[in-house]
């Protein structure tokens, strides 16, 4: 196991529409992580004698994550009245042995979003970055995080 580089998947998804604003769209997503019964009975990496089954500490730092930029970015949206229809992200983090300490060292994320019609892409991806900035999640680890967001709009936009 020495020197062995751990990854971990968590996939998000949201949807509704943040026209009305911030204080009226929903903040309800799902996280899922890869390989997780999602009971929050929670156990050890399998590679460190852990149950595959249950969510690991390393997952639930993932989720955090995904789950913070998630809500940071329908903020950001919501007050600038851009109407974001859907969202999701497929993310991962990479925790490798071989540095020490040993500690999650990147997370990538890669949001999916569908924008109505209306802002350019470049103003989404502005919020993107602004939503990072203040990722309260984000603004608390150390891990090296990267964002690369594909950027949709409704039929007849963008």
Known sequence: ????LHF????????GSTLAGYDHYP??????????????KLSS????HGDSRAPNPEQLLLAAAVSCQLL???????????????????????MPEAEKPIR???????????????????KVRQLVELAHRECFIANSL????TIEPTIAFEAGGG
């Not at 799902?30 to 390989?35: D, E, F, K, N, S």
Request: proline fraction near 4%; include cysteine; glycine fraction near 4%.
């Open 1 to 4: 196991m020495a020197g062995a």
């Open 8 to 15: 971990y998947r968590a996939t998000c998804q949201w949807e």
């Open 27 to 40: 903040r309800a997503h799902t996280v899922r992580l890869a390989g997780a019964e999602l009971d929050l």
């Open 45 to 48: 990496d399998p590679a460190f």
């Open 72 to 94: 940071s970015f329908l903020a950001v949206a919501a007050r600038a009245r851009l109407d974001v229809l859907r969202y999701s992200d497929d993310a991962e983090a990479e």
């Open 104 to 122: 999650i060292t990147r997370i990538r994320l890669r949001p999916e979003i569908l924008m109505a019609v209306g802002p350019s892409e470049e």
């Open 142 to 145: 150390k891990s090296e995080i």
